[in-house]
């Protein structure tokens, strides 16, 4: 059983290098090219669940997906899973890299030091974030559906998982809006899908 990880499509603050975790953002267009280049190949895998993270980017994400895909697609009933959620960046919420280098350097270099035991003020660590997403993965994986899951989350979580499975930093690699992941729980693995379609801005 495979989890197919989408990242949610752009939002206003997607790009100006400020930390997005519980601002409950829109998606600036629901015609976003980079989501919709998903949809023939989303449609060709049989799906047994969806799950979206609770935020209306997310949220946004999975409609947008679920209105361009068969039928059968169309009418399974989807979930919404608050593991799934992006980090809680506490009171660095939407505050920018520079301003965090100029007016929380300390905390703030402690932080990119070891974010896993280190949390933004009022916020949580990676070691907090990992225990809920890898709760979630668990949980699914001992089902054994016959088929995929499908999962709308954040970049924060894909990056989590992906520095897990791959043994690297969790700066190491960039979870773009819209992006698309194939993972495999159980025989830890995981890569990027490749679209053909460049990337647009």
Excluded: C
């Excluded at 090219?33 to 994400?61: C, D, H, Q």
């Amino acid at each position: 059983m495979d989890f197919y990880l989408l990242r949610h499509g752009k939002t206003e603050y997607n790009g100006k290098g400020l930390l997005l975790g519980k601002t409950d953002a829109f998606l600036l267009t629901r015609e976003d090219p980079n989501l919709l280049r998903w949809i023939e190949r989303l449609n060709a895998i049989v799906w047994r669940a969806m799950f979206y993270s609770g935020m209306k980017r997310t949220e946004e994400t999975l409609q947008v997906i679920r209105e361009n895909l068969n039928k059968e697609s169309r009418s399974l009933p989807y979930h919404t899973d608050d593991r799934l959620q992006e980090m809680n960046f506490g009171k660095w919420e939407l505050k920018s890299y520079d301003w965090l280098y100029k007016e929380q350097q300390e905390a703030f270099s402690l932080w990119l030091d070891n974010a896993y035991h280190h949390a933004p003020p009022q916020g949580e660590t990676l070691m907090e974030m990992k225990k809920r997403i890898v709760s979630f993965f668990e949980e699914w994986s001992e089902k054994e559906l016959d088929g995929s899951i499908l999962v709308v989350t954040h970049g924060g979580p894909i990056q989590l998982l992906w520095s897990m499975i791959h043994q690297t930093s969790f700066y190491e690699k960039k979870v773009e809006p819209a992006s698309l992941f194939r993972l495999d729980w159980k025989k830890q693995s995981m890569e990027e899908i490749v679209s053909e379609i460049k990337n647009e801005e």
